[in-house]
């Protein structure tokens, strides 16, 4: 039997939106497992993540080996692989396949970065992304001209929340004090770290956390190991950081 022309264009119109439709679903399947998060992180699949950044790349555990995770922003990014390879063969070292964000992301997402564990040591941060300034669209933008994504109380809030979550996977904690600020650094204002690692402080006392001083380290060398207005560092610096780090967690692995 003929099929006239108009039919199968027809034909072909119904495949191709069906086809596409189903393509669409793969897409935002594959996107990640939630949706952009209102902290303004979006989360990805661990291959985005490895694709995007060689710290992201998942580790296979070396049985016998203590597990040890690091949580935190970029800041910690830049130092994961050297604290990785300084510590290879005394720990398997994993973070999450994340930049972790604010202590409201971290709030969002802390489950699925724990996972099942064990964990014998976890060190962590949150605060860069807390005090940084946005729009209404979620746009880095100055400090008058936007708002704090979380306000200093609720940060000390949210930290407590987190702390405590962790303490419940039987892990020894270490808190990193956040980096400083530089004059000029997008979003951010000089020396705004220190009220929010006041906080932190108050929060790790209170609840018996080992704290890894990285701001009073970096502080003293600013010219040297950070970026010029940029809360960034350099990869000798990173290398710096990473050194404080390991020990901090050796200290913690050592019987």
């Known amino acids: 039997m003929k099929i006239s022309s108009r039919r199968l264009a027809l034909r072909w119109w119904l495949a191709a939106t069906i086809s596409l439709g189903w393509l ?22 661990p291959a985005q993540a490895q694709a995007l950044r060689p710290a992201f790349v998942e580790v296979a555990d070396i049985p016998g080996l203590p597990r040890v995770m690091l949580i935190g922003d970029s800041i910690s990014v830049g130092y994961t692989l050297a604290v990785r390879a300084q510590l290879a063969g005394r ?20 489950e699925a970065w724990l996972g099942a564990g064990p964990w014998a040591v976890i060190h962590f941060n949150f605060g860069l ?41 039987g892990a020894k904690l270490i808190f990193a004090t956040t980096t400083p600020i530089p004059a000029g650094s997008a979003a951010r204002v000089e020396g705004s770290e220190l009220l929010y690692n006041a906080a932190a402080g108050r929060v790790m006392r209170a609840l018996k956390v080992a704290v890894d001083d990285l701001h009073a380290y970096a502080l003293a060398r600013q010219g040297t190991i950070q970026r010029p207005k940029n809360v960034h560092f350099t990869p000798a610096g990173s290398e710096e ?11 913690k692995l050592t019987p």
């Open 129 to 169: 992304h807390d005090l940084k300034y946005l729009d209404a669209q979620g746009n880095y933008v100055a400090p008058e001209q936007g708002q704090q994504l979380v306000p200093v109380e609720e940060y000390e809030a949210n930290l407590r929340k987190l702390v405590q979550r962790l303490q419940q996977t």
């Open 24 to 45: 669409l679903a793969v897409g935002v399947a594959a996107a990640g497992p939630t949706g952009p998060s209102k902290y303004g992180m979006q989360p990805m699949t």
């Open 241 to 251: 950081l990473a050194g404080l780090v390991t020990q901090s967690i050796l200290s």
């Open 91 to 110: 720990a398997n070292v994993h973070r999450p396949s994340e930049n972790c964000g604010s202590t409201g992301y971290g709030l969002e997402r802390l």
